[in-house]
T-cell receptor
Framework: GESVGLHLPTLSVQEGDNSIINCAYSNSASDYFIWYKQESGKGPQFIIDIRSNMDKRQGQRVTVLLNKTVKHLSLQIAATQPGDSAVYFCAENQAGTALIFGKGTTLSVSS | DTGVSQNPRHKITKRGQNVTFRCDPISEHNRLYWYRQTLGQGPEFLTYFQNEAQLEKSRLLSDRFSAERPKGSFSTLEIQRTEQGDSAMYLC?????????????FGQGTRLTVV
């Protein structure tokens, strides 16, 4: 079946750097995308979402970019902090269906 | 705290026993989802409800698994005759469902260990 995947399983950055986490999706019919952050032993935490009629959306310190031509999604975290260390998942769906998750990228932030 | 509550947080059971988990979604959310997550993997979709109707079930949901949402509020997930392969984190999420999807908020999960 079609699924969402991430390019890199791990990403290590220094505190204060900008982080970019990438995701490729395969279902061209998907019209809604979410980035989640998951800390050890906890449920996924919503970070930011984007609909397919947009190509960029900004939140607090985070930006999501959507490139529908190549079916690529990215999450940019500005001025990464140790508290940003977690596993990040992208998820996608179409209206009326459940979210489908990729495998995740582990972000490690060192001081 | 997202407002989605799951109980229990942890469950250890012997192989062959039945277990039941409960999820209380955010009160105004009409959609409720169950996912399973194993170590190092993303959450895998199991089933979802809109109000009390179960609209979609994954083929991961074997006949030993059953989910209910009798009054369109809380939901239960039961696993009968548990197997060691059922050991995982079981996550519940809820959202407001209209024609378009909206963000789903997850609970903290129930960690099941089958020994």
């Amino acid at each position: 079946g079609e699924s969402v995947g991430l390019h890199l399983p791990t990403l290590s950055v220094q505190e204060g750097d900008n982080s970019i986490i990438n995701c490729a999706y395969s279902n061209s019919a998907s019209d809604y995308f979410i980035w989640y952050k998951q800390e050890s032993g906890k449920g996924p935490q919503f970070i930011i979402d984007i609909r397919s009629n947009m190509d960029k959306r900004q939140g607090q310190r985070v930006t999501v970019l959507l490139n529908k031509t190549v079916k690529h999604l990215s999450l940019q975290i500005a001025a990464t902090q140790p508290g940003d260390s977690a596993v990040y998942f992208c998820a996608e769906n179409q209206a009326g269906t459940a979210l489908i998750f990729g495998k995740g990228t582990t972000l490690s932030v060192s001081s | 705290d997202t407002g989605v509550s799951q109980n229990p947080r942890h469950k250890i059971t012997k192989r062959g026993q039945n277990v039941t988990f409960r999820c209380d979604p955010i009160s105004e959310h009409n959609r409720l989802y169950w996912y399973r997550q194993t170590l190092g993997q993303g959450p895998e979709f199991l089933t979802y409800f809109q109000n009390e109707a179960q609209l979609e079930k994954s083929r991961l949901l074997s006949d030993r698994f059953s989910a209910e949402r009798p009054k369109g509020s809380f939901s239960t997930l039961e696993i009968q005759r548990t197997e060691q392969g059922d050991s995982a984190m079981y996550l519940c999420a809820s959202s407001i469902g209209t024609g378009r999807n909206t963000e789903a908020f997850f609970g903290q999960g129930t960690r099941l260990t089958v020994v």
